[in-house]
């Protein structure tokens, strides 16, 4: 197999874009955890519940969404429903699944939390860029994306906010 290196510009790239991988995850759990007790993922949770119709989702939809595993996503939900945001019932439609729903506390938690989440990602990305630059990685994250999800199979989830 003939190995394409990465140039020196390449590689600068690819690094700085790794380090963001590493840092933002981190930056945006810690001021979730501080601020609302909540890990990013268990405010992606409830997030894409609170966007849903009824605020509910069956729990493989909900895993797909969130790209996590069933048992990771179960996982989640369970220590969320034990704190009251979340509840879970056999779906109506198909008594051998699953829906997950955000309670009313849920609800308020995603209000609650939110302002903070959405500070943080300004502070962090948004306000770091020009409005251009904000165009440009946008363009960019589609070119990586189509790569990673060729089908689109998800592009309903990343798609979701296109004008």
Known sequence: ???RWLDTGEMAAWVRLAAVL???PAAL???LRRDAQLTHFDYYVLAMLSEAPGRTLRMT???ERTTATLARLSHVVQRLESRGLIERFPCPEDRRA???RLTAAGWAKVEESAPGH?????EYVIDALTP???AQLGR???AVLHRLDPDGARSAIYERYDR
């Open 1 to 3: 197999m003939d190995t």
């Open 22 to 24: 590493e840092l933002l």
């Open 29 to 31: 759990d810690a001021q």
């Open 61 to 63: 939809a909900l895993a």
């Open 98 to 100: 699953t829906n997950a």
């Open 118 to 122: 959405v500070a943080t990602v300004r």
């Open 132 to 134: 251009e630059q904000v």
């Open 140 to 142: 960019i994250a589609d």
